[in-house]
């Protein structure tokens, strides 16, 4: 604590701007991937693509971590993917885990709620964490990886100044603090977030839907005696007609959030002397606490059309938006990464045919779709658009505090869950008859304990062939494409989530842990047929 | 006897609430309340049960001792 009071993580400069050769060279110099955008989707999905082997120069306008806390909730999906990143330890040691939500209406508790995760999981259901830690554990591995020889570069004060498609790459003009220079990407990979630059350069639309509402974000640092638990109140006596969320970080940082409504001036609301009393009249006037980080939001839940424009492609806020009500914006983009790089890299070796990326529209906005219908839905929930909208949510509240039954209804948030690609063209369909539907083709595969070790970590970064009682071939190579055979034994945990009323099971995986195919036992042309058709050879 | 349901009991219980707001969406407050007024004597035939539906008026009124 006592070097954090000193410079916040947040006021150092972790990727200071350095002179790249790229900016003497005769010619532009051209990259096999260039990101737009050093947070955490922007370094997710160059550490992805340089784990396997690629290539891959970040460009940031800024030098630091982002200043305030931002995203805070992260699920286990996202622990899982950056696990197999290099840094999903850092974020659980450092995160605070919690299972425990309370729901307030007016001066009551109407009830609580246990996330009650499963058992058998390596990761926990939710952590919250400040962004800047996150961002700081991805500069950390890309670090080490430089050490240890990848070809992974961050360039901070590189600003894009221009983005040109040439059909079979993309020219780039930035600015740095010596003057501009060109530069060449293969492919080109925009995670310049919700207002993206890149997005207004090339002229696509983002069009979506405007909600008419301000939230007031604070990040306060105070010894409170408030438990590790996600509060969340509707029409409190503080905030009058309104919303509140409070939720605990680590180091002593509370999130708050408050509901402001439409019609406020935003600039006088975000001064200290505005916000302080507000902050009181919740948390008690006896409570002691800092400001760390205030900011006044309002949001709109939109997607572009299509994420992927020829040698551009799109993730994270800057492709889709959603609100903040159940955590789907950083941990939406992550699952973006996940989908793009294995793709990526199939189509840069020769492997996989280009159209292979398509799917990766198809999947992903089937997932923001997913996250927009959920977090819109969320948001009629807290902020109701009609009297009788209002009517009957406050109805809902009423009853649930004294009914079970209405308690499914009350949505103050519903927290982000994985993505399963149903429909998706890389699918075959699923063969495994009695196989459970949560590991249906398309699903992420769940976790599940190998004796002293986890399922997902031995998955992921490659196909592989996984085999639960039934014979297989160790590997194979199908047109280039290894294929890894895991075989594991039909414990409690595998049975439940993999075999269900099958005796035997053999699963394709994708390098992004997601279920490509299943049947009862492994046929050569089958798992063939399924390898070509989840690499987009159809 | 049936007795009144008051544990979860809607698959996609999210669906069927944006389904409800749908159907309110664009009326005045009181063509809302004739919508409502109108659902209740529907779900009210389907349910049938007098005692059930009685059963119900309390639980709607929000007098749980009696039902429990």
Redesign the interface.
Known sequence: MNQMSDKKIFEVPLYAYERSPDQDAEAPVRHKAVVIGAGPIGLGAAIDLAQQGVEVVVLDDNDKVSFGSRAVCYAKRSLEILDRLGCGREMVEKGVKWNLGKVFFDERKVYEFNLLPETGHDFPAFINLQQYYLEQYLVDRVREMQDAGARIEIRGLNKVLRVADKGDHVDLLVDTPDGEYPVQAEWLIACDGAMSPTRSMMGLDFVGRVFEDNFLIADVVMEADFPTERWFWFDPPFNRGQSALLHKQPDGVWRIDLQLGWDIDKDEEKKPENVIPRLKAMLGEDVKFELEWVSIYTFQCRRMEKFRHNRVIFAGDAAHQVSPFGARGANSGLQDTDNLAWKLKLVMEGTAPESLLDSYDAERIHGADENILNSSRSTDFITPKSEMSRILRDAVLDLSEHYEFARPLVNSGRLSMPCTYDGSPLNTPDALPGGPSRSRPGSPCADAPLGEVYLLPRLGGRFTLLTIGAEAPESLSVDGLEVDRLAVEATPDIRARYLGEAESAVYLIRPDQHVAARWPSYDAGAVEAALNRAIGKE | MSTL??????PG??DF??E??AA??G?T?AE?DALNARLVLVLANHIGDRAVLSEALQ??M?K?EETA
Not at chain 2, 5 to 10: A, D, G, M, Q, V
């Open positions: 349901t008051l544990s979860p009991n809607i219980a999210d609430y944006a409800l707001l309110h969406e009326l407050n809302s639980a709607a929000l749980e």
